[in-house]
């Protein structure tokens, strides 16, 4: 992968505004990409007033990351097997005993523990870097997540009056963190990046990440009883199937 072949952030910006207005509101893939259209606009908001020590490099980091996302999208449509991170939440996004946070942790995990760090070792090979110098910045985007993460809890968990300790969701949600998800995504990078010399140890690891990610969005997406579900709120900024 190179720049070359990628979206701008612009283009992914676009493709995730077509998305948000053709898919139902109540789909899976639709509560993820209203999540991710938010955050990838917040970055390139940010790519020019001085946020990020080297604007170019996380531009180009962004688009590569998105394009990851958005190919998975066109293969799930064109009724190829997307990866494997990304297979529970296509198989599952109609399914009405998931509740919305949950299509949009489930999404944020395979979308950061496994595409990016392969978004970022593209990156230091498209720009010829080494990831120590994409380090800086790629933690100052963890705090625009976080900002993102907790907006997109407050408006698609009920309140915490309504849930009982025992609930099942609370449960769910409870064993996911943003925060722990990009550490992950961080220490794969370096262990990729020290088996680029073995290609078929590099490509075992792949292999195995994107296998271990989806095991844990299945989980993620374990349907919950109806009790949960007649509680649940509308997703924010929905708007009907085009």
């Given at each position: 992968?190179?720049?070359?072949?990628?979206?701008?952030?612009?283009?992914?910006?676009?493709?995730?505004?077509a998305?948000?207005?053709?898919?139902?509101?109540?789909?899976?893939?639709?509560?993820?990409?209203?999540?991710?259209?938010?955050?990838?606009?917040?970055?390139?908001?940010?790519?020019?007033?001085?946020?990020?020590e080297?604007?170019?490099?996380?531009?180009?980091?962004?688009?590569?990351?998105?394009?990851?996302?958005?190919?998975?999208?066109?293969?799930?449509?064109a009724?190829?097997?997307?990866?494997?991170?990304?297979?529970?939440?296509?198989?599952?996004?109609?399914?009405?005993?998931?509740?919305?946070?949950?299509?949009?942790?489930?999404?944020?995990?395979?979308?950061?523990?496994?595409?990016?760090?392969?978004?970022?070792?593209?990156?230091?090979?498209?720009?010829?870097?080494?990831?120590?110098?994409?380090?800086?910045?790629?933690?100052?985007?963890?705090?625009?997540?976080?900002?993102?993460?907790?907006?997109?809890?407050?408006?698609?968990?009920?309140?915490?009056?309504?849930l009982?300790?025992?609930?099942?969701?609370?449960?769910?949600?409870?064993?996911?963190?943003?925060?722990?998800?990009?550490e992950?995504?961080?220490?794969?990078?370096?262990?990729?990046?020290?088996?680029?010399?073995?290609?078929?140890?590099?490509?075992?690891?792949?292999?195995?990440?994107?296998?271990?990610?989806?095991?844990?969005?299945?989980?993620?997406?374990?349907?919950?009883?109806?009790?949960?579900?007649?509680?649940?709120?509308?997703?924010?900024?929905?708007?009907?199937a085009?």
């Open positions: 992968m190179t720049i070359s072949d990628s979206l701008t952030v612009d283009q992914a910006v676009d493709r995730m505004r998305l948000r207005d053709l898919l139902p509101a109540t789909d899976g893939v639709a509560v993820f990409n209203r999540m991710y259209l938010t955050v990838t606009e917040l970055v390139r908001d940010r790519l020019t007033d001085g946020y990020f080297d604007p170019a490099a996380m531009a180009a980091l962004d688009a590569l990351f998105a394009g990851r996302y958005l190919r998975a999208v066109d293969a799930a449509a009724g190829t097997r997307p990866p494997a991170c990304w297979r529970p939440l296509f198989e599952l996004c109609g399914h009405p005993g998931i509740h919305p946070l949950q299509f949009a942790l489930a999404g944020m995990n395979a979308h950061i523990e496994h595409d990016l760090p392969l978004a970022v070792l593209d990156t230091c090979r498209a720009l010829g870097r080494r990831p120590a110098g994409l380090a800086a910045d790629y933690r100052r985007i963890n705090d625009l997540l976080a900002q993102v993460e907790d907006e997109v809890r407050d408006s698609l968990l009920p309140g915490p009056d309504e009982p300790p025992a609930d099942a969701l609370l449960h769910v949600i409870g064993v996911w963190s943003i925060d722990r998800a990009r992950a995504a961080w220490a794969s990078v370096l262990a990729l990046w020290e088996l680029r010399p073995v290609p078929f140890a590099y490509a075992a690891v792949s292999t195995a990440l994107d296998g271990s990610v989806g095991m844990v969005c299945r989980a993620l997406l374990t349907p919950l009883d109806g009790r949960t579900q007649a509680r649940r709120p509308p997703a924010p900024g929905s708007r009907p085009g």
